[in-house]
């Protein structure tokens, strides 16, 4: 069995993404793992052969030129050919952008299965990955700079591939933009007309769909994603309250105070301490 697999540090969890381990391997035949869960993501890519998949209740035959996504906390099984078992490649990884990435590559749970024929592409990247441990200073900038590359790849893919049915389904579409915006953009000075703007619809449309699709308004849903964030930040660092403010989206220390206060029943500060206890 040819295989080899590295795992990185995990000290890095506060990153907005990171690698946490690759490799490549060609299976014996019905080599499997699981059923078992990860804590975290975890992309396949299959160089040769074929194999099953399956999750969610769901069964997927998969050859060479395809590939699947492992989601955190979702049980798993996967499974080489008795007869023809694949060589595939992968790498792990997490952060806090990693679940809008993998939005955006649209995949999921629902949705774990991605073909892309540019099999070079990914063993090129693997070993990229493998080399780079000769590397003196750098390594871990140079890994996440391939792990970007990687998931670029897998947007591109999918981006062609579900053109047609991101029209079909257009309103899981556009509140997957408008999500996606708010998370990269949450920390400036955004409102629900400019989120229209950007996702090409009307206000008072997209206030209705959105309500519609995640049950609760566009404009409490960018208040609350705000506050976690500023909570995150109470909790995980030493940052003065006007600091957070700013960082999460308002200029004014005093409106963010009511609107943290509002959501949270407490101040900042009295959150801060409630945590520090």
Known sequence: MDKFIEFLPQHLHQLDL????????????????GPAMREYYKFHYILDGKGIYETNGQRY????????????????????????????????????KASALIRQAQLSDESPIYTWEKSEFFEHS??????????????????????????????????????DKAKENSKEHYIAQVVHFIEVNYANKITVQSISQFVGLQRSYL??????????????????????????????????????????????PLLFSKMFKKSMQLSPTQYREQKLT
């Open 18 to 33: 990171y690698l946490i381990q690759y490799g490549r391997e060609a299976c014996e035949p019905g080599h499997s793992f």
């Open 61 to 96: 035959e998969l050859h060479k030129g395809q590939g699947f996504l492992v989601t955190p906390g979702t049980i798993c099984y996967y499974e080489a050919d008795a007869n023809e078992p694949w060589t595939y490649c992968w790498v792990g990884f997490d952060g806090i």
């Open 126 to 163: 693997i070993q990229q990955m493998k080399q780079s441990k000769a590397m003196k200073a750098g390594r871990e900038l140079k890994l996440t700079g391939l792990l970007y590359l990687w998931l670029s790849a897998m947007i591109d893919c999918r981006g062609s591939e579900l053109k």
């Open 207 to 252: 206030s209705a769909l959105f309500k519609e699709v995640m049950g609760i308004s566009l404009q409490d849903y960018l208040i609350s994603y705000r506050m976690r964030k500023a909570c995150e930040l109470l909790s995980g660092t030493t940052l003065m309250v006007g600091d957070i403010a700013r960082s999460v989206g308002y200029e004014d």
